[in-house]
């Protein structure tokens, strides 16, 4: 449908004054941030509460603040370009514009509109890495060009502009990528890698486009890591670590933790070298026993993941920790009411078409060859999703899978969904199955976590109510 005027001038309007707070930056680093944060807030407003900006604030009036520190690294050592198309494409257009038009389409539509979108360009990867759902796809699967061209098109007509691109390995097909980037220059585009891809040239291109960002596999130390993904691969994440850092490209880990790595990837260790090799944000991902021959021996015991909710809190605190920003995707469930798939949030597409809930939930009935996006977000999977949301009044149980199985097999037994595992269906009974034993064990210890959370939280809205009243 393409911009009206008046979202014209808006867009210039907050343009021109990211570009000046942050030629403000690059003088008076701290005076420039708060200035960034006042145009933050002016757009957003309440789309946080107001003791989120207050934190914020707080972090940029003292300077010796270990999240000062990070944005004073964060301007020193990477590309003002590519920091202030991140602003306009992920803060403006995708948190602030865009997510409006997905709420309002939300209403008009009857069914949730996604704020990110996953798609996989290809099933192709020169990978086989244990645990990976894309690991059961094959090699011979794409979305063309012009597939992926549609689905961004008609994305960003109903609002979303914030893509990320699974796989496979997404960057085999790095030239259409760079075309999509171009092309579709008020979205954003993250790409999960292998990171073996990323040359000189391939780090020339993203200065070029801007719009276009990576998080790179990683597992832990040589030795773990090349136990799941093969000899060699650590010291060739680390060399695109390097070259991505040389060339002042903002990048960060995607990090998949399983029984076996749990305490190495969040160790002071492992954070201090991916740190000093240029990483600004980690995303853990929880292992998941996706596939007909996944193996649950990797999944977490309850002090095992009772240790990753304790320590990712700590990785990220606003005192000590590391400078990094971290996210727990499981153990963070508390923070955005429980599961945001099957298009509350997010949804995936994998490289056959199928629009599934989640990159980990290979169930639908709908494809892009032949439905619209939109129609693809109505089918009955995704509604039945919608309904049941939260999966569990305790935010830390939120998966349909993994946490509340018996919710899964509910669902896709109502909707008619059929199993899109590309290399041998799973049926939904033998997926939860793997499930069953794990959400039992972990309900227990979660709810004792929740329960403890929830009286801290009443704690804290006591004491800001008694110093407001004063």
């Known amino acids: 449908m393409g911009e009206s005027i008046t979202e014209k001038v808006e867009r210039a309007a907050v343009d021109a004054a990211v570009s000046m707070a942050m030629k403000h930056v690059g003088k008076k680093r701290e005076e420039g941030m708060l200035q960034l944060l006042d145009i933050a807030h002016k757009v957003l407003g309440d789309t946080w509460p107001e003791r989120a900006w207050q934190n914020l604030r ?88 012009d597939d992926m061209d549609s689905i961004v098109t008609q994305a960003e007509d109903l609002g979303i502009h914030a893509f990320f691109m699974t796989g496979g390995e997404p960057t085999v097909r790095q030239k259409d990528i760079w075309e999509l980037c171009k092309k579709h220059n008020h979205s954003y585009f993250t790409a999960y890698t292998n990171g073996t891809l990323i040359d000189d040239a391939f780090c020339e291109k993203m200065l070029e486009v801007k719009n276009f960002m990576v998080a790179i596999s990683l597992e832990g130390f040589e030795k773990e890591n090349d136990s799941r993904r093969g000899a060699g691969d650590f010291q060739k994440v680390m060399a695109a670590m390097d070259r991505l850092k040389a060339h002042k490209i903002p990048f960060g880990l995607s990090v998949c933790y399983t029984s076996a790595n749990y305490k190495t990837v969040t160790s002071d260790e492992f954070l201090d070298m991916v740190i000093d090799h240029g990483v600004k944000f980690i995303w853990y991902f929880h292992y998941m026993p996706v596939g007909c021959n996944a193996s649950t021996g990797l999944l977490l015991d309850p002090d095992q993941r009772e240790y990753m909710y304790h320590r990712v809190r700590e990785i990220r605190n606003y005192e000590g920790g590391k400078p990094v920003f971290a996210i727990d995707f499981q153990n963070d469930g508390e923070f955005i009411r429980g599961c945001i798939a099957g298009g509350k949030y997010y949804c995936h597409i994998n490289p056959a078409g199928d629009v599934e809930p989640c990159v980990f939930i290979h169930y639908s009935s709908a494809n892009i060859h032949d439905k619209t996006l939109l129609e693809c977000f109505q089918q009955p999977l995704f509604k039945l999703y919608q309904q049941a949301q939260p999966f569990n009044s305790n935010h830390l149980r939120p998966c349909p899978m993994l946490e509340n199985p018996e919710k899964l097999r509910q669902m896709v037994a109502e909707s008619g969904a059929k199993s899109t595992d590309l290399e041998a269906p799973e049926s939904v009974e033998h997926l939860c199955a793997k499930c069953d034993a794990y959400a039992e064990t972990w309900a227990k210890r979660a709810d004792q976590l929740w329960e403890k959370s929830e009286a801290e939280k009443a704690e804290r809205k006591e004491k800001e109510a008694a110093e407001a009243a004063k």
């Open 58 to 145: 707080g972090v940029y009036e003292n300077p010796d603040s270990k999240w000062c520190k990070f944005t004073n690294d964060l301007f020193a050592n990477c590309d003002h370009g590519m920091l202030r198309m991140a602003a306009m494409n992920l803060g403006y257009e995708a948190g602030f514009h865009g997510f409006k038009q997905t709420q309002e389409n939300a209403k008009k539509y009857g069914c949730s509109i996604p704020y990110v979108l996953l798609f996989d360009p290809t099933s192709a990867c020169n990978l086989h890495c244990t645990g990976c759902w894309s690991a059961e796809y094959g090699h011979k699967l794409n979305l063309t060009y």
